[in-house]
């Protein structure tokens, strides 16, 4: 015990229990290499711990293109408002009771714009040395849509406007039970949607 207390540098027989001698330094890198020690075994108990409960940001977020969702949002509202408006009608057909309906659609409503086009031709001749001619032809052109101006308001001119293409509708109605009720609805839904036979289906609609 004496000859660590000498190591680092304590005299014995004095008061002071500072350390003297040529081996301060000891007492201090003993001291710096317990610290580090101390500081190792902590981050090693609770930083890991801290580490592995956080996840990078977006790591569970699915990116979707935003035209691949406006897309898909407006032909769904397309769809349920086609297939209130057919609901709603044939509601009206005599003997069909409660009536659901859910159209598919391939494609949403289409819209043409009209376009002003202007064209343009340059012709240019040059004469080269030897007394021949050389012709350059540039075609140019631009189109521009055509507003209407309501106030402040600017609008593009529709020229006409293309219906949806269907690819299914399904009509479930308590009244389809019956066979002339069914036929009803079934010829009801292909004149008013404008639709080939193949794509529309009738059921009954279950008993409660």
Request: glycine share 12%; hydrophobic share 35%.
């Amino acid at each position: 015990m004496l000859k660590l207390l000498e190591f680092f540098g304590f005299e014995q027989g004095k008061k002071s229990i500072l350390p003297t001698g040529p081996n301060k330094r000891n007492i201090w890198l003993a001291g710096l290499a317990a610290l580090g020690v101390i500081m190792l075994v902590y981050a090693g108990n609770f930083g890991g711990k801290e580490r592995s409960s956080i996840e990078p940001p977006g790591a569970n977020i699915s990116i979707q293109p935003a035209g691949e969702q406006q897309v898909k949002s407006g032909m769904s509202s397309e769809e349920e408002l086609l297939g209130k408006k057919l609901c709603e009608m044939l509601k009206k057909v005599e003997g069909a009771g409660q009536v659901e309906v859910s159209v598919r659609l391939l494609e949403t409503t289409q819209a043409e714009y009209a376009v002003n086009t202007t064209t343009g031709k340059k012709t240019t001749q040059e004469r080269d040395q030897s007394g021949g001619t050389r012709t350059t032809t540039e075609d140019s052109g631009s189109d521009q849509l055509v507003m209407n101006r309501n106030g402040q308001e600017e609008r593009p001119v529709m020229e006409r406007e293309i219906a949806p293409r269907i690819a299914g509708i399904l009509v479930v109605a308590e009244g389809a039970r019956d066979s002339l009720v069914k036929a009803m609805l079934f010829e009801a839904t292909r004149v008013s949607m404008g639709v080939e036979p193949q794509k529309i289906l009738v059921l009954p609609r279950e008993g409660r």
